[in-house]
């Protein structure tokens, strides 16, 4: 397996510390909003790439932090509770009320807890001790309550975001309320303002800064040196490079290799509240009633690419949706006609055999999905061929079928597609739509072709229903 390291920019053998086992730490969210599909994206990258591993074997722990103390909580904090004195109580209220709601949202979407999940708050005594070692080794210093991270004992700083720190330090100021030595210095802990939250720290009351967090967190769960550290691409500087300070400076060895993903825009813009293209996961839910359609756009590309997201491109990930649900329709009344198991066991087609060394193929480069979906599709349209016979369908293939829809199944799985999940029925009143398909057949009979298209029109329009003429009769399914 490959992949692509951020800090050597290029592909690499992942090979893990321990074998078999892999260690995977994520930036999770600052829970100061409801999330958004832009929060989805990372999130359901990182869930497949742990998915995919597993399914090669991999013992995988997949570490998530939560960031629930910092300037943009604190600043929610008092827009929404203008009238409440407390700070402190108002801040923890709304940690929690968008900590649930991403919570929530990941699993509308079937995206995956982590096997960790740390919030900051839970560290602030670790990170305390953190930040004693990089004093005492000469990597931080304090300053009237304050901590900072020294950069000139940084080594190869900007080694990540590949920027030169001669020019960096060219482009850096320092605001009169700062008081660190050098403009690139940042802060590790920070003095308290009044009402806001603070802990008690060798320096005074304050809280953390945000960087230091995640280096505290990695290293407690997965150990100084671990597999993989991932985020999106818009962390890489200055969060990811001032990690890297923070850990080096405290002599530990950190992340081998580094991954991040692409952003998403909407119709080429940066989604934004202010631009009005805020899409919150809500928001997409209710109006599409399927996270698979997200995740199939998704999966169209690299996750290390922007993806563009725009209505048109959620109507093609519809169609490629249906792709999969119209196959397994057509397999589940062939196996219901013949009387056959569907859960008959048979040795594993060409078709399958075939899906599966191209699927893993493109996962194992860099994780490849678009390719990987692609595998899976031409899955689909090699079963289609395999049905038709010269009566329609291929006789004696059933147990066949069966087994290639488990196949496709299961590797769709892997992208937590739910394309095997009957939902064709759901919330559609049956027997009226019997009834109606009874009269449509009644009216071709006497040929009359107005009236038939009229009632496939009203179950179309009404019912959401979709109607497949076969050789054995009518037969239908819920619209996508």
Not at 53 to 67: A, D, L, P, Q, S
Not at 274 to 283: C, K, P
Not at 363 to 368: H, K, L, P
Request: charged share 35%; with cysteine; hydrophobic share 35%.
């Amino acid at each position: 397996m490959k992949i692509y390291n951020s800090l050597t920019r290029k592909k690499e053998d992942l090979v893990p510390i321990s074998e078999k086992k892999i260690g995977m730490y994520v930036c999770g969210p600052t829970v100061y909003d409801e999330p958004h599909i832009g929060h989805a994206r990372s999130a359901y990258i990182f869930d497949v790439i742990r998915r995919y591993m597993k399914h090669k074997g991999y013992e995988v722990t997949f570490v998530r932090n939560i960031t629930d103390v910092d300037d943009k909580i604190i600043n929610k904090a008092k827009d929404l509770f203008r009238e409440k004195p407390d700070l402190i109580e108002s801040t923890k209220e709304v940690s929690k009320k968008y900590l649930d709601a991403y919570n929530r949202d990941m699993k509308l979407l079937g995206i995956g807890r982590p096997d960790r999940e740390p919030k900051a708050t839970e560290y602030i005594p670790k990170m305390i001790e953190f930040i004693e070692e990089l004093i005492r080794r000469g990597a931080a210093y304090a300053v009237d309550g304050d901590v900072y991270f020294n950069i000139k004992a940084a080594r190869d700083y900007g080694k990540l975001s590949k920027q030169n720190m001669e020019k960096m330090e060219i482009g850096a100021r320092i605001s009169s309320h700062e008081k660190k030595k050098d403009g690139l210095d940042f802060a590790l802990w920070k003095s308290a303002k009044e009402g806001e939250p603070f802990w008690d720290s060798p320096w005074g009351k304050g809280r953390p800064g945000w960087h230091i967090e995640c280096s505290v967190m990695s290293s407690d769960i997965l150990g100084d040196e671990f597999d993989i550290h991932g985020g999106g691409i818009d962390l890489i500087f200055p969060h990811h490079e001032n990690e890297v300070a923070q850990s080096e400076g405290a002599g530990k060895k950190f992340a081998r290799h580094w991954m991040h993903n692409g952003l998403l825009t909407i119709a080429g813009e940066k989604m934004a509240k202010s631009l009005g293209n805020f899409i919150s996961i809500q928001d997409f839910i209710k109006r599409y009633r399927d996270a698979d359609y997200l995740k199939l756009l998704f999966l169209n590309t690299h996750y290390r690419h922007p993806v563009d997201y725009t209505e048109e491109k959620i109507g093609e990930m519809k169609a490629q949706k249906e792709r999969f649900t119209i196959l397994f329709d057509k397999i589940d009344r062939i196996v219901k006609k013949t009387g056959a198991s569907p859960k008959a066991a048979v040795v594993p087609s060409k078709i399958e055999d075939e899906m599966k060394r191209a699927f893993e193929e493109a996962m194992d480069d860099d994780f490849n999905t678009p390719l990987a979906l692609a595998a899976l599709f031409d899955a689909v349209t090699a079963v289609n061929k395999l049905m038709i016979g010269k009566d329609g369908f291929n006789p004696g293939g059933t147990d066949e079928l069966a087994s290639a829809k488990r196949a496709i199944a299961r590797l769709a799985d892997i992208f937590a597609l739910e394309i095997e999940k009957d939902c064709s029925k759901e919330a559609v009143d049956e027997a009226a739509v019997l009834k109606l398909i009874e009269k449509r057949n009644e009216a071709r009979k006497r040929k009359d072709f107005t009236a038939a298209d009229d009632i496939r029109r009203k179950l179309s329009e009404e019912f959401g229903v979709v109607l497949d003429d076969t050789k054995d009769g009518t037969v239908w399914r819920k619209k996508a």
